[in-house]
């Protein structure tokens, strides 16, 4: 029981040393992308992409084949091996896989960042950069703060779908950022920024074809993060939950026997 208070005493202070820098990550971000939409820089960067006649880059092997198709079907294989090994791998047989029950808890975080960013980008009205008028198309700029309004565009573009296959793995890492040991933080920052270059990387060779405005990569990347916390925090709710559930259990059981030993103990009456 001491081990126990011990544990649960470094998790919260670690919780609120690191819970802080969370919240302040998120908010200066959230910052920086208003600052970034409200500035117009988006078009800007597209007319010193792209001409009249269109995106030269966008059929460009290494960004089409390679960093589009090769990277969009290596997302599936990675997904589909880290759901094999949650579900096959035994419960509590290595101490970083944790019990099959979380590692699956983990891979719906994943799958509904990856719901997130479809479901918007199907409602979205934004069309991509390569149809507007000004680089050979016949849509208009419309930003995606101006919903309903149509912009001649097929639309469906906002925010970036194809950089959710790294950004939507954040979801696997905030029980880590938040753990008591400074080792398991450590690894975890590094794949975060790992995910991140990998998520920038093909957003930018996104933007270099033309296919997405360098904000809705931007903004995929914080509704991840946004939805990996949420996720997160879902889970520790619900844990502290089923735990006190048998712990309020248990106090009304020892009051029933208490109360029964009590009438057995009191002298019957005549």
């Known amino acids: ?5 011990s544990a649960a005493e470094s998790l919260i202070t670690t919780h609120r040393t690191l819970g802080w820098w969370m919240w302040r990550a998120t908010l ?20 010193h992409i792209a001409s009249p006649a269109g995106f030269e880059l966008t059929n460009n092997y290494w ?40 590692r699956v808890w983990l891979l719906l975080g994943v799958a509904l960042s990856l719901m997130l960013i ?18 050979g198309g016949t849509a208009a700029y419309v930003s995606h703060w101006r919903f309903g309004v149509a912009d001649n565009g097929s639309g469906g573009c906002f925010p970036g779908g194809h950089v ?15 753990a008591a040991e400074a080792p398991i933080r450590s690894r975890a920052r590094m794949a975060l920024f790992a995910l991140m270059v990998i998520g920038l990387a093909l957003g930018l060779a996104q ?3 033309g296919a997405h405005y360098p904000s809705h990569t931007l903004w995929t ?4 993060w946004v939805s990996a916390w949420a996720w997160y925090v879902l889970g520790e709710w619900l844990q502290v939950k089923r735990l006190r559930y048998p712990q309020k259990k248990t106090a009304h059981a020892q009051a029933g026997h208490n109360k029964t030993s009590r009438d057995k103990a009191s002298p019957t009456q005549p």
């Open 1 to 5: 029981m001491r081990h126990l208070f």
């Open 28 to 47: 200066v971000s959230l910052l920086c992308l208003l600052l970034w939409d409200a500035s117009g820089l988006d078009v800007w960067v597209m007319q």
């Open 63 to 102: 960004l089409s084949a390679v960093l589009h198709t090769g990277a969009r079907n290596a997302a599936v294989v990675v997904i589909v091996c880290l759901w094999l090994l949650a579900l096959v791998w035994p419960s509590n047989a290595h101490p970083q896989l944790g019990r099959r029950v979380q």
């Open 118 to 135: 479809s479901t918007l980008k199907a409602l979205s009205g934004v069309s991509c950069p390569w149809e507007l008028s000004q680089f």
């Open 164 to 178: 959710s296959s790294a950004f939507g793995y954040v979801a696997l890492l905030p029980g880590f950022l938040m």
């Open 207 to 209: 933007t270099l074809r």
């Open 221 to 224: 990347a914080w509704l991840c």
